[in-house]
């Protein structure tokens, strides 16, 4: 069985921080992993999808590792602001048609 | 282009009633899926559907049904709703499988069962 675990469950750090977010998953059998971002009473936007065969995407000051044989992807926000302030989730495919999600990460970057 | 819409934004019920949560999308999607997010947890999948006429039970199922007549719907009944049943509902979908792409999610339903 899949699951997914973010730690920390919650981060605070002042405006221009660099950062990291940490995912680790127990099945490294992946299709792919995706990080989505949600903001208070929103749906979930989706960020970044890592493919298992990449090991790296980026947008914009957001890139996401990936390490499948570890278990693990990260998340690294460079130069952190106020408007970056929500709770990240990530998500791995358990078969086709049903995805698990990590309880995510809130995150709250003071100006 | 809406993308994917749900209604109600809030619902309070009361113990034993049910209700119907609506989802809709107009991107042509194949995939449409229901899940709910309790408090300070990941979402769970409750069902899922691949097309009109084919649905199929996710993790979290029990006390829930579904039905999808269209592509463009995807509604959520909840029959003797329970306090366990309080919880923000979202509606997703996608183009092709989990395997291959993203979901796109709606703003989600507020449920308060009392």
């Known amino acids: 069985k899949q699951e997914v675990t973010q730690i920390p469950a919650a981060l605070s750090v002042p405006e221009g921080e660099n950062l990291v977010l940490n995912c680790s998953f127990t099945?490294?059998?992946?299709?792919?992993l995706q990080w989505f971002r949600q903001d208070p009473g929103k749906g979930l936007t989706s960020l970044l999808l890592?493919?298992?065969?990449?090991r790296e995407q980026t947008s914009g000051r957001l890139n996401a590792s990936l390490d499948k044989s570890s278990g693990r992807s990260t998340l690294y926000i460079a130069a952190s602001q106020p408007g970056d302030s929500a709770t990240y989730l990530c998500?791995?495919?358990?078969?086709?048609?049903?995805?698990?999600f990590g309880a995510g990460t809130r995150l709250t970057v003071k100006p | 282009n809406a993308g994917v819409t749900q209604t109600p934004k809030f619902r309070i019920l009361k113990i034993g009633q049910s209700m119907t949560l609506q989802c809709a999308q107009d991107?042509?999607?194949?995939?449409m899926y229901w899940y709910r997010q309790d408090p300070g947890m990941g979402l769970k999948l409750i069902y899922y559907?691949?097309?009109?006429?084919?649905?199929d039970k996710g993790e979290v199922p029990n006390g829930y049904n579904v039905s999808r007549s269209t592509t463009e719907d995807f509604p959520l009944r909840l029959e003797l709703a329970a306090p366990s049943q309080t919880s923000v509902y979202f509606c997703?979908?996608?183009?092709?499988?989990?395997?291959?792409?993203?979901?796109?999610f709606g703003p989600g339903t507020r449920l308060l069962v009392l």
């Open positions: 997703a979908s996608s183009y092709q499988g989990l395997d291959q792409g993203t979901q796109y």
């Open positions: 099945d490294s059998a992946i299709y792919n």
């Open positions: 890592i493919q298992s065969s990449q």
């Open positions: 998500a791995v495919p358990y078969n086709n048609n049903d995805m698990r």
């Open positions: 991107m042509n999607h194949n995939y």
């Open positions: 559907s691949v097309g009109a006429g084919i649905t």
